[in-house]
């Protein structure tokens, strides 16, 4: 295979070892973006259905380099690669899922200009001051609310919150984030939050059907940039790895700010730790270090 010979023998490792859990952590002008499309191109190679394969990424434009990348080796079936940012192939599942949990499969995506508008438009009609609940602020605090699986219902709950919210006296920050989820439901939209809250809330809610669909379909996952994943994005891959019987084919991808490339198979302690709450049998695919570090 050709594209193996460009490879050093630390990348054509992180290339061919396929099965189980693999961590590559990668410098800059390492050859990260080589070896990770290589990889999902040599498994297309090994007669694995392309889409049988997901990658997430954090940029269209690296997603859209990593397809081109594929295509030049393994020609159009690169095309059915699910390949992507998390939002967009988040918003992918929930087209085809939103039923199940109340939503239009036609539903609308608000941008940052929806959402403050439909903010601003509760706050003038709640008569709040709109210098203490300025709509950006509001909108972060919705935001960080659901990226911590917070819902309304969460968020009164809980006390610390609450009590934040009162000594910036923003006590009714809770009501906007009720009005706000409840006309964006009535109108069928979601925002770029709800693309990842809601499919967690569409896995949670459909563990039978919709969760063991999508494991079944993914049998190979790849994440790009794994150190930037946030509490949720980190949430919805326990579901969709952690379960008994799972081959655990996942490779991540951890970035550093080095000029290294390194392949672990045994993997340092906290990045192992971080792994092991994914998949609680997860097995390195040895207990010594493949390779300790290559400089490029």
Known sequence: MSYLDALNPVQRAAVTTTEGPVLVIAGPGSGKTRVLTYRIAHLIEKGVAPWEILTLTFTNKAAREMKDRIQRVVGDRAQQVWAGTFHSIFARILRAEATKIGYPSSFSIYDSDDTMSLLRTIIKERNLDTNVYNASAIRSRISLAKSNLISPKAY?????????????????????????????????????????????????????????????????????????????????????????????????????????????????????????????????????????????
């Open 156 to 296: 009164r709950e809980n006390a610390d919150m609450m009590q934040q919210d009162r000594a910036a006296k923003r006590p009714y920050i809770i009501d906007i984030y009720e009005e706000y989820i409840a006309r964006c439901r009535r109108s069928g939209a979601m925002d770029f939050d709800d693309l990842l809250f809601q499919l967690y809330r569409l896995f949670r809610e459909n563990p039978e059907d919709v969760v063991e669909k999508y494991r079944k379909r993914f049998r190979y996952l790849h994440v790009d940039e794994f150190q930037d994943t946030n509490f949720l994005q980190y949430a919805i891959l326990r579901r969709l790895l952690k379960y008994e019987g799972r081959l655990r084919r996942m490779c991540l991808w951890w970035a550093m700010m080095r000029k290294v490339f390194t392949l672990f198979a045994a993997l340092p302690s906290r990045i192992f730790l971080i792994l092991k709450k994914i998949t609680r049998a997860f097995r390195p695919l040895s207990w010594s270090r493949i390779t300790a570090q290559h400089t490029i």
